[in-house]
């Protein structure tokens, strides 16, 4: 299984941009889709996450200002950020957890990244 991110780019605060990630390969079934950040000098971290039968997960640092969505048929993940703020400013990886070869065994995929860069 392989992850495409897109999306990224410079925008000004209270700006937005749309992150969108495609998984490609042998994909039996898709457990979770999701996107994290890491920040220049700083630990990558789950920015927010859609689980199959769980729903949606949010940073409470994103909440309300970002939209996950999640297309299982063309098994993509967008990310809509709105209201951007400079801290927001990263390196925006796709992430996702697959069922290969049946539904016993998941596989954790991650994607190349995508800058983000909101200036003030």
């Known amino acids: 299984v392989q992850l495409q991110a897109s999306g990224g780019g410079l925008v000004q605060a209270g700006g937005s941009l749309r992150l969108s990630c495609v998984a490609s390969g042998s994909i039996f079934g898709i457990n979770s889709m999701g996107w994290y950040r890491q920040a220049p000098g700083k630990e990558r971290v789950l920015v927010a996450r859609v689980v199959s039968g769980s729903g949606t997960m949010y940073s409470d640092s994103v909440k309300g200002r970002f939209t996950i969505s999640r297309d299982n048929a063309h098994n993509t993940v967008d990310l809509e950020m709105n209201r951007l703020k400079p801290e927001d400013t990263a390196v925006y990886y796709c992430?996702?957890?697959?069922?290969?070869?049946?539904?016993?065994?998941?596989?954790?995929?991650w994607g190349q990244g995508t800058l983000v860069t909101v200036s003030s």
């Open positions: 992430n996702g957890d697959f069922y290969v070869t049946g539904w016993t065994r998941v596989a954790n995929v």
